[in-house]
């Protein structure tokens, strides 16, 4: 008598891969298992839901397969993908490139607000990743200019293919250095923001199995976490315009440190806003008396 072949519909196949995930200690395992088989079906998390019982062709099943080992391996589902929502927008990523986060969507969003009344102001991006940041500051400010610095050539080959997919590349700029190394003093940016790695030493072996596979060098921020503001800082006003403004992401527990070394570099008005869990998360910092600076101090919590 010939075995009956298993027949793998939608839910059939959710439930297995949420419990296989379970096992793994994926951490959200039936979102994981969701997203993963919308993008080998080609739909959206409701059509899964109202086609449980549709079955999955041998070539889905393949595919869907290949992606679940990756995950169940710990690679992050951004990286299988290929790409990652920020904001309303589609970035590409890759392993030259940190995983946008929902938290530096609020960076971006307050620095929109900061900006949206303020013509052809100059972004310099230090360490820009996928482009997530500069790229979609330049999207939502259209008379805006930036410059996107990273000293990954790969993650710079990244923020310049999304920049032609969000169609600001007429106004990016983009370079391969180590910080300010190969910017040019003049002219000079009127904002500069940074999400810069910030992890301390002592805590990069306690990261989630995903996050190490992130580059490293986009997450070691030397022993305290602070290298790489204080570095940025003392450079700061060879490339800021003295009107200017800066903005950085921080790590949990940096709100007063960074804050701190912004008012050491002669930036006294600074406003420490928090993230979607109530962590400090972003640093604001301008000049007094100016109208960055008058601005920054008049910023609310959510």
Known sequence: MQEQKTVWTILKILQWTQQ???????????????VLLCA???????QLYTNFDEPLEEAELKQYRGYVARRAAREPVAYILGHKGFLRYDFKVTRDTLIPRPETELLAEQLVSLNKNRGAVRILDLGCGSGAIIDSLLAELPEARGTGVDISPGAVAVTQENARSLG????????????????PQEPKFQVLVSNPPYIPERDLAGLQAEVHRE????????????????????????Y?????????????GQGEAVARLC????????????????????VFAAKGGTGYGNAILEIKER
């Open 40 to 46: 080998v079906l080609d739909k959206s998390r409701i």
């Open 20 to 34: 296989y995930f379970s096992s793994k200690g994926v951490e959200n395992p039936r979102l994981d298992a969701e």
């Open 240 to 252: 800021l315009d003295p009107e200017g403004m800066a903005a950085f992401e921080i790590g949990q």
């Open 263 to 282: 008012r050491e570099a002669g930036l006294d008005c600074v406003k420490v806003r928090k993230d979607y869990g109530d962590i400090d998360r972003m």
């Open 215 to 238: 580059p490293r060098r986009a997450l070691d921020g030397g022993r305290d976490g602070l290298d790489f503001y204080r570095r940025i800082l003392k450079g700061l006003w060879d």
């Open 168 to 183: 600001v590349e007429e106004r990016l700029e983009t370079l391969v250095s180590d910080l300010y190394d190969k910017v």
